[in-house]
């Protein structure tokens, strides 16, 4: 966290804006300034300003008593209320403040206070509080309260721990120092963010609550399960066997009458399924019959297919032929173009040619011209430090009178512009001394026409209100009527779903669901005792298999044991060897290097007969001829490589030794994890062979060979058993579902039928609200009206002499924007005020400022003569040099002249064998080109003459059709075989599956027919004995369904009454095991609540911070070693418990233990400095604080103590703080640079200032 700018107005002395911009110069580059100005100046309101707009609170308000001060008239306000530091006879006053947050994001943080019609004797106002995201001014938090929880949050410190580690304020340096426990571990935790201790201690303390409370619950849960007595047991059980058999018995006869009443049925469905198989038959009879047209068109397409290819050849010869002539223009014009190209390929030869020779003679008549640009850059090369240094010269003199040039202009720039706006703003409010009555009270009338603008609005709202209900009043009568109409149809539907309802419940009594789930619990549990002998047969079977593999697979791990071995072994007898090879060839590798390496051959080049040699003193020189040279650098290559072959021998061994070693350390470790495996897995097989045996079903099983065989038969029976019940299960379950679905049906309708009940009675009581809101909104609109016109009554007086007299009729217009222009109109009356105030003040400051600026211009101008002659003698000779130089190839270098050249001769040279190259190109083109029309014409006579071979073979086809096309449709000539053709395969094959669909059809339908007949035949022959008819069957039935439906309730609900009984046995023996471990389980929560936790979450987190505080000490003593090296901070050890309590060891009384409270002032002072620096350095990655602000203090110090304090600060300063500290010593503010002013002007009121 780091503050950028401080600003604000009208609070305590400070009267009118003031501002401290810590991003501009001089604060900008200076880590430490001191904050000074005669006592009661208002240094400290400076450090108020900054707390107000980010907390709404200072230090110095909070220690104050909670006693009332006078305000304006007859008010009073809390002495702790920080409005009261507006100042005394102000209107309005505001603080601002721009900072970087925890999140590196800047914010800028305002807090105002006015008072009530922008007066000095108006009440207070409450203050507000703004955040803006900068520099978008984005705002953060609507209410006061957001916006203080947003700032908080940004800034990562609340108004307590700010104070400590932030704002050390005047009397409160040393409350770090002295605070209690609790309030120092929120600080160290907020500083370390390290929340997360906290949150675990309230997390443990609630879980705790939370286990309490589950065990009292489950308590209770147990006290309200308890079963029924043995004797009321014994009698239902007894009561739900004699409903079973009844049930039984009803269920037995309602079975075979209603088999008897479904043959009935059944016949029915017979006889009109044969009327339908028969009027099936005629009419896919009917549709083949029409169809023949269809089977002759079908047949001679069929017919006309072997044409096909003939017509198709016929049209490729003569596509084939087309293109082939389209292709023999293109290639006459490619001949054309390759006779043209090459033509003038033989031309760019020649001039290729003659370039080539050019470009060699420019390149030696150049060279005496380069020899002279050589020494010309000799030259300018040693002029060009001196000219640099005259140049750097100059430019500085320059600069300094630009410089003070540059201030006059801007001095007598703004002494002009405060004289013109001092005059501007006298005109203005001149001009416009009419706005003054309604500028001066503009809040006041701002109000009053807010609330004229609303009463407008409310008239208007409650006339279109008015007309609204009218027309809801009229619909609500609408409404009623349909919903008495509506309420009458859905009573028939009721009725009708009632009647439905009841047919599908006798349907589903007619089964027994309970014999089905009684056939399902034995073949579950054949099934479970199935699924157990498979799996403990397949878990031996697979344990067998794996002890097998285990076995083989532990001697082939021992036989690669053996070979990893062996080779090792002979790696590591081969190493020395290679590696003493190696290191003999990497030395003659070495001595022969020496020996051709540049510096030798450029020595050996300088050796003769007659000399010495240098470096061995021989007459002889065996290598300084060129052969024994070459035979040198042979000898050279072949050592290298042989150095290179050695490398790679040695280091193929060490992998080899590498990974022979990993291979025999893994297969020594898979050979006892092998052998651990296996002896695992017989114990396994032992004790799977045991579960096997105790199997159920094991004394059943065959042999193992046919075991799976035996398991899978049994499965496959199992599965038809369940399939077979899973079908009964289907039939009553539909059963259920239309039971179901009726009842749904029957509820649905009856909840529409309540509805639309309802709905009716909505209607009539909202068709009464209605009238009466209709009443009551005219008298609404009545009393709307009254209230505007005294609104406007009492603004009228002031606006008519402000604003003219028809201002009314102009506001009515458009309440919004003329308010808004009377509200410019006085904010423009109320700026130019306060800019006639500030101008006339700013115009006679600046008088003597520009005074000053005229003097420097005149000393810097003298400077600049010196310098400039100097210069222009040093350039004068460097610029002839230049002008030589520049007069050879334009000032281009050398290298780069001679490159050009070089680079000239080699492209002409280049582009003359590329004109060679297009030349032989061009001619070969022209010959394939004559040789691909020579053979493109002979393949179009080809194409020509099987064209006409071809056509004649179509039309001996045709005529062949004419005469034995019987029976088919006639094709004349070659285009209406053309059309028979296009017709494609696809709707062939349509249309001849469409007619072997129709003959489908009618085979279908006389087999259905027959099908049909054969079914009623048989149904006939199983007649019912009884010979009773269908209705007379069906009566019989409803009763039966009757009689079972009231057996069926009473048994199901003593079956239900055995259940629950069962269910609160069970369930409270589950309880009691539920409540033991719920027991434990709250016990050990208990145990850890105790340890760590609290309601607030203090205990986990100042256990947590005591190690934090150990940090901050060591930092703290640190500065102390500088401060006052007599002293150390400890912290207070209770026997273990958690402690933030400080303690101070006196070291020069023999390490005697002080209370941090015996201290005098100036070692309270230090102490506090040195926790105050170290808390400065103990900043989490969250807040990191980097400004510091100190209020006083510094007064209790020697001499010598405050220089080492002022140490302390600079080295603070260093690592990148920005501290702050007001003080009245005069030797600490004249050690400080960077001074931020407080200046009394006179009448209470002081002026801030930063030099």
């Avoid at 810590?22 to 001191?34: I, K, N, R």
């Avoid at 009454?1057 to 539920?1074: K, N, S």
Wanted: aromatic share 4%.
């Amino acid at each position: 966290m780091r503050i950028l700018r401080i600003s604000g107005k009208n609070l305590a002395s400070l009267a009118g804006e003031f501002q401290v911009d810590f991003e501009s110069e001089p604060l900008a580059s200076s880590g430490l300034f001191a904050i000074s100005g005669p006592t009661g100046a208002g240094k400290s309101t400076l450090l108020d300003a900054l707390c107000l707009a980010l907390y709404d609170a200072t230090p110095r308000l909070l220690k104050r008593a909670g006693s009332q001060l006078p305000d304006v008239g007859g008010d009073t306000v809390s002495a702790l209320d920080p409005r009261t530091l507006l100042r005394r006879g102000a209107a309005e006053a505001w603080s601002e403040v721009d900072f970087a947050g925890n999140d590196d994001i800047r914010y800028r943080a305002r807090w105002s206070v006015r008072r009530s019609y922008g007066k000095p004797g108006g009440a207070l106002q409450p203050s507000k509080m703004t955040l803006h995201r900068l520099p978008e001014l984005a705002p953060l938090g609507g209410t006061k309260t957001e916006v203080a929880a947003e700032i908080v949050q940004r800034i990562g410190l609340s108004f307590e721990q700010f104070t400590r580690a932030v704002l050390l304020a005047q009397n409160e340096f040393s409350a770090f120092l002295k605070t209690d426990e609790n309030e120092r571990g929120e600080l160290l935790e907020t500083l370390t963010g390290t929340t997360v201790y906290s949150e675990i201690s309230r997390r443990a303390f609630e879980r705790y609550r939370a286990e309490q409370e589950r065990t009292r619950l489950l308590a209770s849960q147990l006290a309200n399960q308890a079963p029924m007595p043995p004797e009321e047991r014994e009698q239902l059980d007894a009561d739900r066997v004699n409903a079973d058999l009844a049930l039984q018995a009803l269920e037995t006869r309602r079975a075979a009458m209603e088999s008897e009443l479904r043959w009935h049925q059944d016949s029915a469905k017979l006889e009109r399924s044969e009327a339908q198989a028969g009027e099936a038959l005629a009419v896919a009879q009917a549709a083949q019959h029409e169809a023949a047209g269809r089977r002759q068109r079908l047949a001679t397409l069929d017919a006309v297919q072997p044409a096909r290819p003939l017509a198709t050849e016929v049209v490729r010869l003569q596509d084939e032929r087309n293109l082939a002539v389209e292709s023999l223009g293109k290639l006459e014009s490619t001949l054309t173009t390759a006779l043209d190209a090459r033509r003038r390929a033989v031309l760019d030869v020649d001039a290729a040619l003659a370039a080539v020779d050019a470009a060699d003679g420019a390149l030696r008549s150049a060279a005496p011209q380069l020899d002279q640009a050589k020494a010309l850059d000799a030259a300018l090369l040693a002029l060009g430090p001196s000219h640099a240094q005259a140049s750097i010269a100059l430019e500085a003199a320059r600069n300094e009178a630009r410089q003070a040039r540059a201030v006059h202009q801007v001095k007598a720039s703004e002494h002009d512009t405060a004289k013109a706006q001092r005059d501007r703003a006298t005109a203005w409010l001149s001009a416009n001394a009419r706005l003054e009555p309604m500028a001066g009270q503009w809040p006041r009338w701002d109000k009053l026409l807010a609330q004229a603008a609303q009463l407008v609005a409310s008239d208007a709202a409650a006339a279109s209100a008015l007309a609204a209900a009218s027309r809801q009043a009229q619909e609500a009568a609408q409404h009623e009527q349909a919903a008495l109409l509506a309420l009458a149809d859905a009573t028939g539907r009721l009725d009708t779903l009632d009647a439905a309802r009841r047919d599908a419940m006798a349907a589903l009594e007619s089964s027994d669901p309970q014999a089905l789930d009684t056939e399902r619990q034995a073949l579950d549990a054949r099934r479970d005792l199935l699924a157990a002998a498979d799996k403990a047969w397949t878990a031996l079977v697979t344990t067998r298999q794996e002890h097998a593999d285990t076995a083989g697979e532990l001697d082939r791990v021992d036989t690669a044991r053996a070979a990893a071995s062996r080779l090792l072994d002979e790696a590591r007898v081969a190493a020395p060897a290679l590696a003493g090879a190696m290191r003999q060839a990497e030395k003659s590798l070495a001595a022969a290097e020496l020996a051709c390496a540049a510096s030798v051959e450029e020595l050996r080049a300088t050796l003769s007969d007659e000399t010495p040699c240098p470096v061995c003193g021989s007459h002889q020189h065996p290598y300084r001829d060129d052969g024994r040279e070459d035979l040198l650098r042979s000898m050279l290559a072949n050592l290298r490589g042989e150095v290179a072959d050695c490398r790679a021998r040695v280091r193929d061994n060490e992998a080899v030794q590498a990974s022979q070693a990993a291979t025999l350390a893994a297969a020594s470790e898979r050979l006892a994890a092998l052998e651990r495996e296996r002896t695992s897995l017989r114990k396994l097989v032992d004790e799977l062979e045991a579960e096997w045996s105790a199997q159920a079903l094991a004394a059943d099983a065959p042999d193992d060979a046919l075991r799976a065989a035996w398991f899978a038969e049994a499965r496959d029976s199992l599965r038809a058993a369940v399939a077979a019940l899973d079908a009964r299960a289907t039939i009553l379950r539909r059963a259920a579902q239309a039971r179901d679905a009726a009842q749904a049906a029957y509820d649905k309708a009856q909840l529409e039928h309540a509805r639309l009940r309802q709905a009716a009675d909505s209607a009539r009581e909202t068709g009464g609200r209605l009238q009466a809101e209709l009443r009551a909104m005219s008298v609404q609109q009545q009393a709307i009206a009254t209230q505007l016109a005294a609104v406007l009554a009492e603004l009228d007086p002031v606006l008519c002499e402000s604003c003219g007299d028809g201002w009314q009729d102009a506001w009515r217009r458009s309440p919004a924007a003329w308010r808004d222009g009377r509200a410019q109109e006085a904010v423009q009356w109320q700026e130019h005020s306060a800019l006639h105030t500030r101008s006339a003040a700013a115009a006679a400051t600046l008088d003597a400022e520009v005074a000053g600026a005229q003097d420097r211009i005149a000393q810097a101008d003298r400077h600049g003569a010196q310098v400039a002659a100097e210069f222009n003698r040093t350039d004068t000779e460097l610029k002839d040099k230049r002008a030589q130089r520049g007069a050879l190839w334009e000032g281009r270098a050398i290298a780069e002249v001679e490159q050009a050249l070089q680079a000239s001769l080699a492209s002409a040279r280049n582009h003359f064998a590329a004109r060679q190259a297009v030349a032989a190109e061009t001619a070969q083109r022209e010959a394939s080109a004559r040789a691909a029309l020579a053979q493109l014409a002979e393949h179009i006579a080809g194409l020509e003459g099987a064209g006409a071979r071809a056509a004649a073979a179509l039309a001996d086809w045709l005529e062949e059709y004419r005469h034995g096309g019987a029976g088919l449709d006639p094709v004349e000539d070659t285009a209406e075989l053309g059309r028979l053709l296009a017709v494609g395969s696809t709707w062939l094959a349509q249309e001849r599956a469409a007619l072997g669909a129709l003959d489908a059809q009618v085979a279908g339908a006389t087999a259905v027919l027959a099908e049909r007949r054969a079914q009623r035949s048989l149904h006939r022959e199983g007649t019912p004995e009884s010979g009773l008819g269908a209705d007379t069957v069906a009566a019989a039935v409803e009763v039966l369904t009757a009689q079972r439906r009231s057996a069926h309730d009473l048994a199901t609900e003593l079956r239900m009454r055995a259940g629950q009984d069962d269910t609160r046995r069970v369930q409270a023996q589950a309880v009691l095991a539920e409540v033991e471990r719920q027991q434990a389980q709250e016990q050990r929560w208990g145990k850890l609540s105790e340890l760590i936790g609290s309601s607030d979450g203090k205990k986990f987190r100042n256990y947590a911070q005591q190690f934090t505080l150990d940090v901050l000490l060591g930092y703290a003593n640190a500065h102390l070693g500088q401060l006052a090296r007599r002293y150390r901070l400890e912290r207070v050890t209770h026997n273990g418990a958690p402690s933030l309590a400080l303690m101070v060891r006196d070291q020069d009384m023999g390490g005697e233990v002080r209370s941090v409270n015996s201290l005098s002032g100036g070692e309270s002072f230090l102490v506090s400095l040195a926790l105050a620096l170290g808390l400065a350095s103990l900043s989490s990655n969250r807040v990191r604080v980097e400004s510091l602000f100190i209020d006083e203090g510094f007064g209790s110090l020697d001499t010598e103590t405050l220089g080492v304090a002022m140490d302390a600060l600079d080295a603070l300063q260093s690592m990148g703080r920005k501290v702050g500290v007001i003080s009245h010593v005069q030797e600490m503010t004249e050690r400080i640079a960077t001074k931020v002013l407080v200046r009394p002007a006179g009448g209470g009121s002081s002026a801030v200032v930063v030099e």
